[in-house]
Nanobody, 126 residues
């Protein structure tokens, strides 16, 4: 079993920045062996993929609306995955969830991730 704990959510004005963190613990997995993703869900909307990272292949993926503004990264020594969010927009307002899988999965398919955090709220005001 893997536990994921997110942090870093806050209320900011449009154009601001935030860095979300997701710490993985438990079982024998470390974040370096897990396929890690970030998803978000705004009120009244479906959950959507944001970004993912697969350290084993040195690969990362982003949904189009965040490309050039968000960066996903990983500190394997700390079992932590980060989501650096710059130039935030009101439409980025959502609960952000960290997710993990023990092997490579279609990065944008939530149903393939086995582990989920509780979420951290990001609110961007105009």
């Amino acid at each position: 079993q893997v536990q994921l704990v997110e942090s870093g959510g806050d209320s900011v004005q449009a154009g601001g920045s935030l860095r979300l963190s997701c710490v993985a613990s438990g079982d024998a997995h470390s974040s370096s062996t897990l396929f890690m993703g970030w998803f978000r869900q705004a009120p009244g909307k479906e959950r959507e993929e944001v970004a993912a990272i697969w350290t084993r292949r040195g690969s990362s993926w982003y949904t189009d609306s965040v490309k050039g503004r968000f960066t996903i990264s990983q500190d394997t020594a700390k079992n932590t995955v980060y989501l650096q969010m710059n130039t935030l927009k009101p439409e980025d307002t959502a609960m952000y969830y960290c997710a993990a899988a023990p092997y490579e999965v279609p990065w944008d398919r939530a149903e393939f991730y086995e582990y989920w955090g509780q979420g951290t709220q990001v609110t961007v005001s105009s």
